[in-house]
């Protein structure tokens, strides 16, 4: 059972465990303002785009669309990870293989 609960903890998406807490802390307060939700929904959201993209939206539809947002913003995040250590390892493969050019002799 412990081995499961580490698992799931070590294996998460980023933002996941973060977002569980947040939503136990908003059951155990239920007197939250309007301005205080609002504010710890958009503090989900950790990038200026998707910040933005949910600030745009209307008033009647942020609560819908917040947990997509969120999961776009994850697949988001995830993949410029990827793309990241990809690029680092094609990096390090060439220094890895890298060799110098022979000169060629004037005959």
Known sequence: ???????RLLFRLPGTI????MKANMKSRPELSVPELYALESATLRTP?????????????????LAY????????L??????????R????????FYTPARPRSAH
């Open 18 to 21: 973060l977002y569980g807490v």
């Open 49 to 65: 785009f998707w910040q933005a993209a949910y600030q745009s939206l209307p008033d009647s539809v942020r609560q819908r669309y």
């Open 69 to 76: 947002m969120q999961h776009a913003e994850r697949w988001d």
């Open 1 to 7: 059972m412990r081995k499961m609960r580490i698992h």
């Open 78 to 87: 995830a993949l410029d990870g990827v793309i990241e250590a990809l690029s």
């Open 89 to 96: 390892a094609k990096g390090a493969l060439v220094r890895l």
